[in-house]
């Protein structure tokens, strides 16, 4: 019997009340630090406008600034965790709160001001006793936009800090709708409730207002503590996506088959290998074939127990478009075991570090195995190219777009970085795209959800999982699973090399016994 909403939130409610509490705490923490520089900045530019066009220029720079772009650089600075997370939000929060403030105080009738010079008031009891009090409402408003702006962007910052976020991106990674609907029903009621609660005070009285102004930093400082920044002194700590940690072939196994209890954040893994690399932790979730592997010198820990199923890499293809275009199979199939795990691994290397872009290295290589064709040729019908959002689909779905326009008269339109697996496969499935490139592993526990009972009767065996993954998508979803490509890039726990040398430590189970005789534990 599949488990309900409700049910999954119960299950989960005491991580949900704990993350919903680290959301809030940075939300509040952030708005708090935003609000006590953004303020003082807006009565600056209103005395010196002059100044508000650069002001207000860099504030909005800052909110324009991808987030994981923000966070690459905020982590060498200031590592994992709370402090890069709060940093960021509170570099977003600056636009809405500069601007209200300078908005509100340059809006006060000029014949209001004037008549409190008349009556002999310095500038400071101007200030404070006429114009902030007459502006507080439009100031409000900035913090009311600021404070709903941060409670959605603090979704977005899975670098160890916490949050609801790991609950909406694990459950995208996963295909899991309730585990999406959990993080997100509470983020929408956090953000109501502190819109509510702002608007309230934004309508009270004139006098009234000016009294909850200044308990305003008082209630954001309290609730801040909601937060407590965790202890980053840990002998040994591991930093997971929030995908591995929901999955059996991830962190679940690692608990359940190596009883591995180890100090474990949920972190991007746009980030994770930088931050292995820099020594913020010290055990990551990766990917076998990753280029970073050998650009951070990191080693990949032995699954001596098997946990990870095969993860073999094929374009899966809606059966409605081979019947349409029956070249495409032929076509693809002629990558069919030409890319093995070391060439993959490289063909990373050269994108993920030496920044080269995927459509050269994917062109590079097809001219190497002598597959490049240029056909020059007049085209009938179009396919769309799907791919995820990391450099090894790019490579992927580069191949197959010079393919596919080297030996047939098929246009191609790519549309890449569609995210991970849950938003890929629901555009295959809705015909939004034709085909993308995906892994047995993933086909067998993701989307299939296979049972314990069938993971273990297909064990390890690389023909078997993909035999079965191969007859029950077209049984179930019409999609059709071409020739595996040849390499296999599974899940690994990967460390620094000469850390883990140092440590004695070959597989995952060295890793558990170092952490239990260490006594490492959570």
């Not at 002998?235 to 940690?245: D, H, I, S, V």
């Not at 085909?435 to 993971?455: C, D, F, R, W």
């Not at 690389?462 to 595996?484: G, I, N």
Request: charged content about 15%.
């Amino acid at each position: 019997m599949e488990q309900t909403l409700g049910q999954f939130m119960q299950q989960q409610a005491p991580k949900l009340w704990q993350q919903t509490l680290t959301h809030t705490g940075l939300t509040c923490m952030s708005l708090l630090l935003s609000v006590l520089v953004a303020l003082p900045l807006g009565i600056f530019i209103a005395r010196k406008p002059k100044a508000a066009g650069v002001v207000l220029g860099i504030a909005g720079i800052l909110q324009t600034i991808p987030s994981i772009a923000l966070l690459g650089f905020l982590i060498p600075l200031l590592g994992i965790g709370a402090i890069p997370a709060i940093t960021a939000l509170f570099l977003y929060a600056l636009l809405p709160v500069i601007r209200n403030t300078f908005t509100g105080i340059t809006g006060v009738d000029p014949a209001i001001t004037e008549s409190a010079w008349g009556l002999g008031m310095n500038s400071w009891q101007v200030l404070t006793q006429v114009e902030i009090p007459l502006a507080l409402p439009v100031i409000l408003a900035g913090i009311r936009t600021a404070a709903v702006i941060n409670v959605g962007v603090a979704m977005r910052r899975y670098i160890a800090a916490g949050g609801l976020g790991e609950f909406i991106f694990g459950g995208i990674s996963l295909n899991n709708t309730h585990m999406i609907l959990a993080g997100a029903i509470p983020a929408a009621l956090l953000a109501l409730a502190f819109d509510v609660v702002l608007s309230f005070v934004q309508k009270l009285s004139s006098h009234r207002l000016r009294k909850a102004a200044w308990i305003i930093p008082a209630i954001l400082l309290l609730s801040s503590s909601a937060y407590v920044i965790p202890s980053s002194q840990q002998k040994m700590l591991a930093g997971f996506t929030p995908e591995f940690m929901g999955r059996e072939d991830g962190y679940l196994g690692l608990t359940s088959v190596y009883k591995l209890d180890i100090p474990t954040v949920v972190i991007s893994d746009a980030v994770m290998y930088k931050a292995a690399f820099e020594q913020k932790i010290d055990v990551i979730s990766g990917y076998s074939t990753d280029g970073r592997l050998k650009a951070y010198d990191l080693v990949t820990l032995t699954d001596d127990k098997g946990i990870f199923p095969p993860y073999y890499a094929a374009p899966v293809v809606r059966v409605e478009v081979l019947k349409t275009y029956p070249e495409v199979e032929p076509t693809l199939n002629l990558l069919a075991g030409k890319i093995n795990d070391s060439v993959m691994t490289e063909l990373n290397y050269r994108v993920d570090y030496r920044k080269q872009l995927p459509e050269q290295v994917a062109r590079e290589f097809l001219q190497s195995q002598g597959l490049l064709k240029n056909q020059e040729t007049s085209r009938e019908g179009k396919i769309r190219l799907g791919s995820k959002i990391f450099g090894e689909q790019y490579i992927l779905v580069h191949m197959y777009k010079l393919l596919l326009e080297g030996y047939t008269p098929l246009s191609v339109e790519l549309k890449t970085g569609l995210g991970g697996t849950k938003i890929c496969f629901d555009a295959l499935t809705h015909g939004e795209i034709d085909l993308y490139p995906e892994y047995t592993g993933t086909g067998l526990l993701t989307i299939l959800k296979a049972s314990t009972a069938q993971q273990k009767q297909l064990g390890p065996n690389r023909d078997r999982v993909y035999a079965f993954v191969q007859k029950e998508f077209q049984k179930k979803y019409q999609l059709q699973w071409l020739s595996p490509i040849g390499f296999n890039n599974a899940y690994a726990l990967m460390m620094r090399r000469s850390q883990a040398q140092a440590f004695g430590i070959h597989t995952i189970s060295d890793l558990s016994t170092y952490v239990s005789n260490h006594h490492l534990q959570p």
